[in-house]
């Protein structure tokens, strides 16, 4: 077996992009207390744990941008955070950027009355535009930081939000290149992808989602439990570093007018997995069929993330596809593998010389369980490789052997997207992707 090529995509240099790198042992922001020692008995106990819980509103809109929202509302529920999802619409279900279907958790009007220690405004245009224009939001907003507490934005949402509602003055700030000009006029602009003043986070665009996440995880619990929460992200190191994948035995992947690509979903997939294969696939121009396995389209994700399929399972199943991709998360990879219909189809892809993929969970449970790993080398999230019969490329955190692509983990999916793109459209059009996504 010849040694994987390591692919490198490096984006263009650009002026508009200087990064400025936060080596991943270094604070964003802690706070440290005497502490002293207390007998506790068991009602006081559960009281100062109930006490404890961080109350963290997300609100979304139309037109958000869902990796932007989805990421942090996922790892601040890792990390304990009672999250609420509020829609500033009419109704509870908004359609982000790239027509993925998110399900809110309460109105915006239901949260006014409510403390929270944390908002977080996602980015997407017009969606950063909606929160602006929502006096509902706006209100909670500004009541948050008379009060001190944190709040924060990434991407259009610093500028159009933030910026314009004057809760940016004399702070350093981030946001998304193209609105760097706007954003100076409100505060002090700077280009680094996590920012952190004050009371205050920032950041760029959905490629520094994750980065931004963890620093709220930081700011509301310390760097210890933002270090615990991380681990199991599998993010990458170093973002200096150029993206790169292995890949073994290439052969071209091919397609018709535009790449035809299934991603099926259930109760317990891993949101951030899902939700970024679809997003950046859908950027990259191709036909995105986001299909449910469950009786409904809408699913509970792992993080409790509501998110609407665009058809059933049966529906998706009359139509062949360039690809199959399965995101991760445990509860969505056992309803993969116990799904006689989406086994079916996977194993007549491969049957077909077709490319299919899957990562986290799902290369283990699923293409493992069924043969669908026989005479490949396969990569998984870092506890399940031991489950893969040849686990000697397992280390890669993104594998493409011949026609199947696998990866690792939520750390990883951005890099995993941009791997399958790669292959569709090339590596010009893919950079240029990166690029616009701040990775």
Not at 64 to 85: C, F, K, S, Y
């Amino acid at each position: 077996m010849a040694a994987p090529v390591m692919r490198h995509l490096t984006p263009v240099p650009s002026s508009f992009i200087k990064l400025q790198i936060l080596p991943q042992s270094r604070s964003f922001f802690t706070l440290s207390t005497p502490r002293k020692k207390k007998r506790f008995s068991l009602v006081t106990s559960f009281s100062v744990m109930a006490s404890a819980t961080k109350k963290v509103l997300v609100p979304i809109a139309n037109g958000t941008e869902p990796i932007e929202a989805i990421v942090p509302i996922d790892i601040l529920r890792r990390a304990g955070a009672e999250v609420t999802v509020a829609s500033v619409e009419k109704q509870l279900q908004i359609e982000g950027v790239h027509g993925i279907k998110i399900v809110a958790d309460a109105l915006i009007s239901d949260c006014a009355d409510t403390e929270f220690d944390l908002i977080s405004l996602p980015g997407g245009i017009p969606g950063a535009t909606n929160l602006r224009n929502c006096k509902t939001l706006e209100s909670i907003v500004k009541k948050q930081a008379v009060n001190g507490r944190f709040y924060a934005a990434i991407c259009a949402a610093p500028a159009v939000a933030l910026g314009s509602w004057g809760l940016l003055k004399g702070l350093k700030a981030t946001c998304y290149p193209s609105y760097m000009e706007e954003l100076s006029s409100y505060t002090i602009a700077v280009e680094s992808r996590v920012q952190k003043d004050g009371k205050v986070v920032t950041s760029r665009g959905p490629g520094t989602a994750i980065e931004y996440a963890v620093a709220l995880v930081e700011q509301l619990y310390g760097k210890e439990k933002a270090d615990e929460v991380s681990g199991p992200l599998v993010m990458r190191p170093n973002h200096s570093e150029e993206f790169a994948f292995a890949e073994l035995n290439s052969v071209n992947w091919t397609f018709t007018s535009k790449p035809q690509i299934l991603v099926p979903i259930a109760n317990g997939s891993e949101e951030i997995e899902a939700a970024t294969i679809i997003d950046v696939l859908r950027r990259a121009n191709a036909q995105v069929v986001v299909a449910s396995l469950e009786d409904t389209l809408e699913i509970f994700a792992s993080r409790k993330v509501k998110l609407v399929a665009d058809v059933l399972l049966d529906e998706a199943a009359k139509q062949s596809y360039d690809l199959i991709v399965l995101p991760g998360g445990l509860g969505g990879a056992q309803a993969f593998a116990n799904s006689e219909k989406l086994v079916d189809m996977l194993k007549k892809q491969r049957e077909s010389s077709k490319p299919y993929g899957a990562m986290c969970a799902s290369p283990a449970l699923v293409l493992e369980h069924h043969g669908l790993l026989k005479g490949k080398k396969a990569t998984a999230f870092p506890a399940m490789c031991n489950k893969l019969s040849d686990p000697s490329e397992a280390e890669n955190r993104v594998l493409i052997d011949g026609n199947l692509v696998t990866s690792r983990g939520p750390g990883t999916t951005m890099e995993f997207a941009l791997a399958i793109a790669d292959k569709f459209i090339g590596r010009k059009e893919v950079l240029e992707l990166a690029k616009k996504m701040v990775f």
